[in-house]
């Protein structure tokens, strides 16, 4: 009889070991945790996706204008429009997120004619009016 019921709750504990991890209060609790990590995880990749794309927007954001080395303006990109510097000698246009030249007294005009410009580093150049056009707002070293 005690035999029986040793083995029988032997067999009892061993069949409630295997069961209780795929049920009950823990494989509950361990569900819920599942689903804490998969929100959280969703919530990084949304915040890292969201960075790399404001990186990207501030990047590409902006316009910057050197004028003999030194920064004087500075357009975003964002919206277009055309600006006048130097006093109206030269009006620097935005249309769906790149930036030419519209017009400069300049001799040379190779700034006008330039290709409009939309990418992170690049660069529109007049060289009578010492103005350097750079978009996005990393340093600049080139122009001094
Ligand atoms: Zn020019």
């Not at 991890?21 to 949304?46: E, H, N, P, Q, Y």
Request: net charge neutral; hydrophobic share 45%; glycine share 10%.
């Amino acid at each position: 009889m005690c035999r029986q019921c040793k083995q029988s709750s032997v067999a009892m504990r061993t069949e409630g070991r295997k069961t209780g991890t795929g049920s009950g209060a823990a494989a509950a609790l361990r569900g819920v945790f599942r689903k804490w990590d998969a929100l959280i995880i969703a919530v990084v990749i949304a915040a890292a996706a969201l960075s790399v794309w404001f990186a990207f927007r501030s990047d590409g954001g902006e316009a910057r204008v050197f004028v003999d080395g030194e920064l004087r303006y500075t357009f975003s990109l964002a919206a277009d429009g055309e600006y006048d510097i130097l006093d109206g000698r030269m009006t620097i246009g935005v249309r769906g997120g790149e930036v030419y030249v519209v017009r400069s007294d300049c001799s040379e005009q190779l700034c006008v004619h330039s290709a409009p410009q939309s990418s992170e580093g690049s660069m529109i150049v007049c060289l009578p009016n010492r103005v350097v056009i750079v978009i996005g707002d990393r340093e600049v070293d080139a122009v001094t």
